[in-house]
T-cell receptor, first 114, second 113 residues
Framework: DQQVKQNSPSLSVQEGRISILNCDYT??????FLWYKKYPAEGPTFLIS?????DKNEDGRFTVFLNKSAKHLSLHIVPSQPGDSAVYFC?????????????FGEGTQLTVNP | NAGVMQNPRHLVRRRGQEARLRCSPM?????VYWYRQLPEEGLKFMVY????????ESGMPKERFSAEFPKEGPSILRIQQVVRGDSAAYFC???????????FGPGTRLTVL
């Protein structure tokens, strides 16, 4: 049962343009969402998070949007840079029922072309 | 300020042997999590520990796998009698509190021959 899904295995954008990575979830108990970036042979690096009481959180070039009614979140990167090329994982947690356990999506490989 | 450290980075074992994976959390962090990433998949939660306590092991296979986080020293994930299906990347994460910003180590890549 895949509770967090990233339906696009890959995404390719031009440098300077906007990258939009999408994530859907099914568990209505999830109340905290995170995005991680991962380079090959390294561990995931925390990027940005959002609580379910908000619908938007921004940090520099990264913005996460949460649509609770649609059980959908997205990560916007603007402007995209070649160094952003990595696998991006969406993760979610349900504090009340599963504490700190993170449930991850399958990841989206982002390639930013110079 | 060192991040989460894991060793070894690569581990090769033959079927039936034991694998021991070590994780040293970030300084001051007392919450440790282990995740496993199988090829072409996302990370899957295995176990959550605090010092000397297993808090949530609901993602851990019932047999052959165990984890500990002693009062002194690193957290250990132990896999007994490894099988080929155990080949994966094992990631450890730590956090300062039960807050959700978990910081990950570089992972241990286990290969079972």
């Amino acid at each position: 049962d895949q509770q967090v899904k990233q339906n696009s295995p890959s995404l390719s954008v031009q440098e300077g343009r906007i990258s939009i990575l999408n994530c859907d979830y099914t568990n209505s108990m999830f109340d905290y969402f995170l995005w991680y970036k991962k380079y090959p042979a390294e561990g995931p690096t925390f990027l940005i998070s959002i609580s379910s009481i908000k619908d938007k959180n921004e940090d520099g070039r990264f913005t996460v949007f949460l649509n609770k009614s649609a059980k959908h979140l997205s990560l916007h990167i603007v402007p995209s840079q070649p160094g952003d090329s990595a696998v991006y994982f969406c993760a979610a947690s349900a504090k009340e029922t599963s504490g700190s356990r993170l449930t991850f999506g399958e990841g989206t490989q982002l390639t930013v072309n110079p | 300020n060192a991040g989460v450290m894991q060793n070894p980075r690569h581990l090769v074992r033959r079927r039936g042997q034991e694998a021991r994976l070590r994780c040293s959390p970030m300084k001051g962090h007392s919450h440790v999590y282990w995740y496993r990433q199988l090829p072409e998949e996302g990370l899957k939660f295995m176990v959550y520990l605090q010092k000397e306590n297993i808090i949530d092991e609901s993602g851990m296979p019932k047999e052959r796998f165990s984890a500990e986080f002693p009062k002194e020293g690193p957290s250990i994930l132990r896999i007994q009698q490894v099988v080929r299906g155990d080949s994966a990347a094992y990631f450890c994460a730590s956090s300062l509190t039960i807050a959700f910003e978990q910081f990950f180590g570089p992972g241990t890549r286990l290969t079972v021959l």
